[in-house]
């Protein structure tokens, strides 16, 4: 049964995803885990697979612990050139209440800025999220970015 979303609880989901996208643009990567819950799902996708049913993502974390790796894996591990991101998100669009979970969507772009060139659309779509209550607070159980592009450029090492 789906219920209304409190203005309290508007307010929180809200700051989540400003707070989500603070933290990702500062390059804070120990902290980014710390937004989903221990069996959480994260995906990046291109809308083509998404919507043709391909489970064929360009990224795939199945547990918080995978996402700690990967920031283990910026951190320390991977080789590539240093680049700033920008996000701009849209508010959340709810789409679904029901007994402390919320499923909702938001449109976002992300701008990718490297040393000494200007700055580049490097990703645009929406996410589509799961978020739950926790004692620690709203946290994403699930987040899927379904990016418009078939194609992105080079690689990917941030998460989006």
Avoid at 43 to 62: C, I, K, M, W, Y
Avoid at 75 to 101: A, I, N
Avoid at 138 to 156: H, Q
Wanted: charged letters at 25%; a negative charge; aromatic letters at 14%.
């Amino acid at each position: 049964m789906s219920a209304a979303l409190r203005f309290e609880d508007w307010y929180a989901l809200t700051q989540l995803y400003a707070d989500y996208a603070s933290v990702v643009d500062a390059g804070n990567w120990e902290q980014w885990p710390e937004f989903f819950t221990e069996d959480c799902v994260y995906r990046v996708q291109p809308r083509e697979n998404h919507e043709r049913g391909f489970p064929l993502a360009t990224l795939s974390f199945e547990s918080k612990g995978m996402l700690k790796d990967r920031a283990y894996g910026i951190r320390e591990t991977l080789f590539h050139d240093p680049y700033y991101q920008r996000h701009v998100v849209g508010l959340p669009r709810v789409l679904r209440v029901d007994d402390g979970r919320i499923e909702c969507e938001a449109n976002y772009a992300v701008f990718r800025t490297k040393l000494s060139q200007l700055t580049t659309v490097y990703n645009v779509g929406r996410s589509l999220d799961v978020v739950v209550r926790t004692p620690a607070g709203l946290k994403f159980a699930r987040r899927e970015f379904i990016y418009d592009s078939e194609m992105i450029p080079n690689s990917m090492i941030y998460p989006l």
